[in-house]
């Protein structure tokens, strides 16, 4: 079945890549004990994709409306794809939340936020996940490069100065998201 890091592809048949998050739960919505398809890449290396069918067992999901994305903050991180298709930290902004609170340095494999998998994400799925009303907390998910552990690191959202540019001008192999 499907679990945290798992990339929702299709909602009964219909793609949802470039649905907004209330169209999203519209299609999720439905009769109690009724069935819903989905279509799942997992969140691991391999990115197998797997058909799942879920049976509606809670009310309708009211979503809250997305916050007004000018209201949205960051945490002043700056991340790079890497070769193993998540990102790595390419810097700490000066006076950022992710300085203040420490324990993330430049090089980092950040491997997960909020228990999301950010193998082979786009920047714009980065950006999603790692912004957020200011205040709320955002978890990053640290891989140690000795033991491949992953560390979870907390930090407050409150960086108002975030962009999305790429380097190379090659979003997926070498963009760069400020966050």
């Excluded at 990339?7 to 009964?12: K, W």
């Excluded at 090089?107 to 200011?134: A, M, N, W, Y």
């Excluded at 380097?167 to 966050?179: C, F, I, L, M």
Aim: aromatic residues 4%; hydrophobic residues 30%.
């Amino acid at each position: 079945g499907g679990e945290v890091g798992d990339t929702v592809l299709e909602i009964d048949g219909q793609e949802v890549g470039d649905l907004a998050y209330t169209d999203m739960v519209s299609l999720l919505n439905g009769p109690l004990g009724s069935a819903v398809r989905l279509l799942l890449r997992k969140g691991e290396p391999d990115g197998r994709c797997l058909p799942v069918q879920v049976l509606r067992c809670t009310p309708p999901l009211t979503p809250d409306p997305p916050p007004d994305s000018s209201a949205l903050a960051g945490v002043g991180i700056t991340l790079k794809r890497d070769r193993e298709g998540y990102f790595f930290v390419k810097r700490v902004v000066e006076g950022s939340p992710a300085q203040r609170v420490g324990g993330i340095e430049v090089g980092d494999s950040v491997r997960e936020i909020d228990g999301f998998s950010l193998f082979r994400k786009p920047l714009p799925s980065l950006h999603q996940l790692l912004h957020g009303r200011e205040n709320s907390i955002v978890t990053l998910g640290v891989c140690d490069g000795d033991s491949g552990a992953i560390r979870q690191v907390e930090i407050p959202r409150g960086w108002g100065e975030d962009r999305a540019d790429s380097e190379s001008g090659d979003e997926e192999e070498g963009g760069d998201e400020e966050v």
